[in-house]
């Protein structure tokens, strides 16, 4: 058998009150101080270390990069747009559904590469993996 307040009784309300144990367990909760151990950004760069420059360019690149991406191969990709730099290259890696027409896929992803390479002065390359 459930206790519940008495203050929830009162006022009329069942379901709202959950025991906090029962609630994190829903929640998966993860603690402050881990979660850049348990959980990844989207965006891998060294750009907010101290002492590095145009750190806001690469926050508003990697915004643009993703409303791109998302919105030329709308349908296609299934997960954020993970944006990785290393040195002069940018790696775009999303999940794309196992039923693509590939002739499209494959054109959109060579012209979106040929596109953000030209707009961003450097190499974009595009590795999509496949959802089962």
């Known amino acids: ?19 906090k144990s029962k609630q994190q367990k829903k929640d998966n909760i993860v603690p402050s101080h881990r ?12 750009g907010s270390l101290k002492g590095s420059y145009w750190a806001s360019e690469r926050l508003l690149d990697d915004v643009m ?3 791109f991406v ?3 191969m709308h349908g296609f990709v299934q997960s954020e747009v993970v944006i990785k730099r290393k ?9 794309v559904t196992k039923e693509v027409d590939i002739v499209k896929f494959y054109f959109l992803q060579g012209f979106t590469e040929k596109l ?11 590795e999509p993996q496949t959802v089962y």
């Open 1 to 19: 058998m459930r206790v519940v307040p008495p203050a929830l009784v009162i006022l009329g309300v069942r379901h709202a009150y959950q025991p």
């Open 35 to 46: 979660i850049g151990v348990t959980q990844s950004w989207d965006s891998q760069h060294t």
């Open 65 to 67: 990069i993703r409303k």
């Open 70 to 72: 998302q919105g030329v």
């Open 87 to 95: 040195a002069n290259r940018i790696s775009l890696v999303f999940l």
């Open 116 to 126: 953000l390479t030209e707009l961003l002065g450097c190499v974009v390359k595009i």
